[in-house]
C-alpha cells in the first residue's frame, strides 16, 4: 500500500501521549487533537482547523508522527 499525505486519509493516535520532549510544537499539537478526539479517525483538513496549524506545517508534522510509528494512516475508500 502506498500512504499519501494528502486529505484522503484518516489519522489515529497509534498509543499514549506522553514523553515526547524531543518532537516539535506541531507534532505535539496534532497528537493532542488525536488524543481528545472521539471519532474513528480525523482528517488533514479537519487537523488543519483544529490545531490552526498551515498545511505545510501539518503535512510535516504528519511525516514526522507517521515515521517515528505514532499515528496510523487509513485510506478513506469512499474517496477512491
Known amino acids: ?6 486529505g484522503d486519509c484518516l ?3 497509534k498509543g499514549v501521549v506522553g514523553g515526547y520532549s524531543n518532537l ?3 507534532c505535539l499539537r496534532i ?14 483538513k479537519e487537523l488543519r482547523s483544529k490545531t490552526s496549524l498551515s498545511v505545510r506545517s ?7 508522527l507517521k515515521n517515528e510509528n505514532l499515528i496510523l ?5 469512499s474517496d477512491i
Open 1 to 6: 500500500k502506498t500512504a499519501t499525505l494528502s
Open 11 to 13: 489519522w489515529h493516535l
Open 24 to 26: 516539535s510544537n506541531s
Open 31 to 44: 497528537l493532542e487533537v488525536l488524543a481528545s478526539s472521539r471519532s474513528n479517525g480525523i482528517t488533514q
Open 58 to 64: 501539518v503535512k510535516y508534522a504528519l511525516s514526522i
Open 73 to 77: 494512516e487509513e485510506l478513506i475508500l
